[in-house]
């Protein structure tokens, strides 16, 4: 899950890949909160804006801004709000209907149906989109369902003992861990449908060093060596590192990598004084591409960020 909580503008914590279905010219760049001070406490208030890459700003005016408890009312935390890797796609609660919507930007809505979510606070569910949008993730206590966001229907569920990663590349597998054989965490390759593709047990410096990313041949993994600046490249099916490729990245901490092409993987790397630098890495090469900068807004409360 690509979020960013910010409380009082500072942090309090979150091979064949087709290129992104729009331009980022004119898509989201991320989603925000205001944060209301109140005594000993910051609330989100206010609408969901959605930040486009062309600077303009729209209101989310149909997503609830509050997560509401099991019998509808109020909670203090944010409603979760997910953007797709390419900007185009956002899912949310809608204040409406209070079911899952996605909303594709100068588009449509399309409202799951009322059984997606079991009866659960909201402020337990977490939300995912695959880079094209074309599918949603939505986590709830542990278990995961995965729905076509084109018509709201259910693809799959993923087994409560696994923990949510992402998509691949291309959305048609699912990456998550389990508990292995004594103090290890496995990782498992999925179908959209939940089925089993493969399950490995990683070396430990591909399990330490999570964020990782899935490539759309659903084997390739690419996890960020931070100390020596370096992209490790992993196979899942085989238990085999495949290399490493120096890269040269501006300081910060990464929160989210993915694959965003057949040889490219993006990086959100947040520096100081909020200010987030999206890259573009060659994985053959090691070629650094800067796409995009800016600032997180001094009041934000929380940020879904556009992940590929």
């Known amino acids: 899950m690509k979020i960013v909580l910010l409380v009082a503008a500072l942090l309090a914590t979150p091979l064949s890949a087709p290129a992104h279905a729009a331009p980022h010219h004119d898509t989201v760049r991320y989603a925000t909160l205001k944060t209301c001070a109140k005594p000993k406490e910051h609330l989100p208030c206010g609408p969901w804006w959605l930040v486009l890459h062309s600077g303009r700003r729209q209101v989310l005016a149909d997503a609830q801004t509050r997560a509401l408890t099991e019998d509808g009312k109020s909670f203090w935390g944010a409603a979760p709000v997910a953007v797709s890797g390419d900007g185009t796609t956002v899912a949310y609660f809608?204040?409406?209907?209070?079911?899952?919507?996605?909303r594709t930007v100068g588009g449509g809505v399309v409202h799951l149906p009322a059984g997606a979510v079991p009866k659960a606070p909201q402020s337990s569910v977490a939300l995912d989109l695959s880079d094209d949008g074309s599918r949603l993730a939505v986590t709830d206590g542990?278990?995961?369902?995965?729905?076509?966001?084109?018509t709201g229907a259910r693809l799959g569920t993923l087994p409560a003992a696994e923990t949510w990663l992402g998509f691949s590349g291309d959305g048609d597998e699912v990456l998550t861990t389990a508990?292995?054989?004594?103090p290890v965490v496995d990782v498992v390759v999925r179908a959209d449908t939940g089925e089993r593709i493969s399950r490995?047990?990683?070396?430990?410096?591909v399990a330490a060093n999570m964020p990782i990313a899935l490539a759309a041949d659903g084997?390739?993994?690419?996890?960020l060596l931070a100390r020596k600046s370096?992209?490790?490249l992993y196979d899942v099916e085989t238990d085999q590192v495949l290399g490493r490729v120096p890269v040269k990245l501006p300081k910060g901490d990464l929160?989210?990598?993915?694959?965003?092409?057949?040889?490219?993987?993006?990086?959100?790397v947040m520096g100081k004084r909020n200010r987030m630098t999206i890259v573009e890495i060659d994985t053959e090469t090691g070629a650094v591409r800067v796409r995009d900068r800016y600032t997180v807004?001094?009041?934000?409360?929380?940020?879904?960020?556009?992940?590929?």
């Open 219 to 223: 084997r390739t993994a690419a996890v």
């Open 297 to 308: 807004p001094e009041d934000a409360y929380v940020l879904a960020l556009c992940g590929g």
């Open 142 to 150: 542990g278990r995961t369902w995965v729905h076509d966001t084109a």
């Open 179 to 182: 508990e292995g054989a004594g």
């Open 200 to 205: 490995v047990t990683p070396p430990q410096i």
């Open 94 to 102: 809608s204040k409406k209907t209070r079911r899952l919507a996605v």
């Open 230 to 232: 370096q992209i490790l």
């Open 255 to 268: 929160h989210a990598i993915d694959w965003t092409g057949d040889r490219e993987v993006t990086l959100h």
